[in-house]
């Protein structure tokens, strides 16, 4: 009976595996409650078991690789988002389930979320402006969602981008005190409450609003 041959790693392989092991570098050093800016090469190479010349074959600077780690986290949020969309989600459940889809998120991917949380005011310009790029589009998809249970009439698109922001900077603030400092594990139920119920009290208040740039539309149509 022949013995099954032994599978080699190839070169891609072993390249891939690296540069994935220098991400998962960072999200770790940055879970020691560091920031990316003062985060060094050698550091990351260290964690990594390689030499600083090999840093080199997979990232050009360690801002590239930042970068990097931006798309690859929002990456992973987004695709969680078109996954509760697929569906039609009726109006009094969008709400529920934007903040349920980000608590997934952040119970799955911690690390990820510590570092978005941490980088958005960060002191590395370019990930700074990479997650406030990606913050955009998110609110762009939001609003999109939120046009269905405000009154269109009175709201603009730029002020369903606002109400997005508000909601989405929110949950991040929410999250960020509430979960990050409690032990892995624990029951979720309570917080997502606890956010569902500032998100509703947010959308209270808006379906108040009349927007600035309709009003401004009504005047100029109207004749003394």
């Known amino acids: 009976m022949s013995r099954p041959q032994k599978r080699h790693r190839s070169h891609s392989d072993t390249l891939i595996n690296t540069r994935q092991a220098l991400l998962e570098a960072v999200l770790e050093l940055i879970s020691r409650d560091k920031s990316f800016d003062a985060i060094s090469l050698r550091e990351v190479t260290r964690e990594v078991g390689i030499t600083p010349g090999a840093f080199y074959r997979h990232f050009p600077d360690m801002n590239t690789l930042g970068l990097e780690l931006v798309t690859t986290s929002f990456s992973t949020l987004r695709a969680m988002l078109i996954t509760v969309r697929a569906n039609p989600i009726p109006e009094e459940l969008i709400i529920r389930r934007s903040v349920e889809?980000?608590?997934t998120y952040v119970g799955a991917y911690r690390r990820k979320?510590?570092?978005i949380a941490r980088e958005t005011f960060g002191g590395v310009?370019?990930?700074r402006e990479a997650?406030?790029?990606?913050?955009?589009q998110l609110e762009i998809e939001l609003a999109r969602d939120?046009?269905?249970i405000v009154a269109n009439d009175n709201w603009s698109e730029d002020d369903l981008r606002m109400l997005a922001n508000l909601m989405i900077r929110s949950m991040i603030q929410i999250v960020n005190q509430q979960?990050?400092?409690r032990p892995r594990g624990?029951?979720?139920a309570k917080l997502i409450e606890?956010?569902?119920?500032?998100l509703r009290l947010i959308a209270l208040g808006a379906s108040l609003w009349h927007s600035s740039e309709k009003n401004s539309d009504k005047s100029h149509t109207s004749t003394p």
């Open 179 to 181: 979960l990050m400092a």
């Open 113 to 115: 979320f510590q570092f």
């Open 125 to 127: 310009a370019c990930i």
């Open 101 to 103: 889809t980000f608590v």
């Open 194 to 198: 606890l956010a569902e119920k500032q």
């Open 186 to 188: 624990e029951d979720d």
């Open 131 to 136: 997650i406030n790029d990606e913050f955009k």
């Open 146 to 148: 939120l046009s269905r």
